[in-house]
């Protein structure tokens, strides 16, 4: 596994948040750019979002983490680092030969903790498989020795500039992902193997034969949780039926009518630009934070008329999430999308 990795490596954060470096460049994220960093402890105090281990400089790492580091590896030193929804450490280590690598950690705990640390290892694996040269590799996962309870992740580090990404090399990241794995769907079906998170929503992605059932499947899990933590709300659950009823049948169902077919493509399926970071040392992007699915990447999809009231259908399931995520926001959950 460390073989491939040679010389002072940087580390990456892989979840939906990022380790950044103030850039000279002018092209900075504005006011209307929801920002990544954030204090940590305000932050998880505000979500309710328990701490699953010491966070800091030079703190002991569990057993267990230990031993998914380099064998034989000496840690260095350790420095708590800033992030959203997670709580991350660099660790920076020395191999017996004298060779320096750094790593990022996040960890999670409480009844979905593993889950979401899964989602992240698996996610980005699939993602490095077809794309390595954007995806820093994944490297392992598991729980703590001492607290069981307790969960982690690991993967290489990469620094990254507090930048937009430039469009062109955006384009390029993802096209490339969709090239390269069209097809290659490992069940030759629409889905995952593993339910994957957007922030702490989860998403049922199980198998199935069809992109219209996958997208009803996803959106109807993810309103289940708004609804469970926001409450009922009859002009939703009104608005809900007729979404599922009307609307996907109306604009995915042709997609796969009348002898069309789409095949499976591995997505970024949170692909906004605070997941895509140009790297310190050499402006060439990074994607990270991927809650990555099987599905359909549209394209020049037919028919191709209704290409943009399928993007609206899309587009829906970021009111949703935004609702669910951040429920102790009202102003998330107005039917106007002005008031958001």
């Not at 948040?17 to 960093?37: F, H, N, T």
């Amino acid at each position: 596994m460390w073989g491939d990795m040679p010389g002072k490596v940087g580390l990456l954060l892989i979840t939906s948040a990022v380790i950044l470096r103030p850039s000279p460049s002018p092209i900075k994220l504005d006011d209307s750019v929801p920002k990544l960093i954030v204090k940590p402890s305000r932050f998880m105090d505000s979500f309710n979002i328990p701490w699953p281990d010491l966070i800091g400089d030079d703190v002991e790492l569990d057993e267990a983490v230990m031993q998914a580091l380099p064998p034989g590896c000496r840690v260095l030193n350790t420095r708590g680092c800033q992030a959203l929804w997670n709580h991350t450490l660099r660790i920076e280590v020395e191999l017996p030969g004298g060779t320096e690598l750094v790593f990022f950690k996040k960890g999670a705990t409480g009844p979905d903790g593993l889950d979401r640390i899964k989602s992240s290892f698996e996610s980005e694996t699939a993602l490095h498989s077809f794309i390595p040269e954007y995806v820093p590799k994944p490297v392992a996962h598991g729980s703590y020795r001492l607290h069981p309870n307790r969960h982690f992740y690991i993967a290489e580090y990469i620094e990254m500039d507090d930048m937009l990404p430039y469009p062109e090399a955006w384009a390029e990241a993802i096209s490339a992902l969709h090239r390269r794995s069209m097809g290659k769907s490992p069940e030759g079906k629409f889905g995952f193997h593993v339910n994957t998170y957007f922030g702490t929503i989860s998403q049922n992605n199980a198998w199935t034969n069809s992109w219209e059932n996958l997208w009803a499947q996803i959106f109807r899990s993810v309103c289940v949780t708004e609804e469970e933590r926001c409450g009922p709300h009859p002009d939703l659950a009104r608005l809900k039926t007729l979404y599922h009823e009307l609307v996907i049948p109306r604009y995915l169902r042709p997609l796969e009518s009348d002898g069309r077919v789409i095949h499976p493509t591995l997505l970024h399926n949170d692909a906004w630009p605070g997941n895509a970071k140009p790297r310190s040392d050499s402006l060439e992007l990074c994607l990270f934070g991927s809650s990555a699915v099987w599905g359909h990447n549209e394209g020049a999809s037919e028919p191709q008329w209704d290409f943009n009231a399928r993007i609206e259908v899309y587009a829906t399931l970021c009111f949703a999430l935004h609702s669910a995520q951040y429920w102790h926001e009202p102003k998330r959950r107005k039917l106007d999308p002005g008031t958001q």
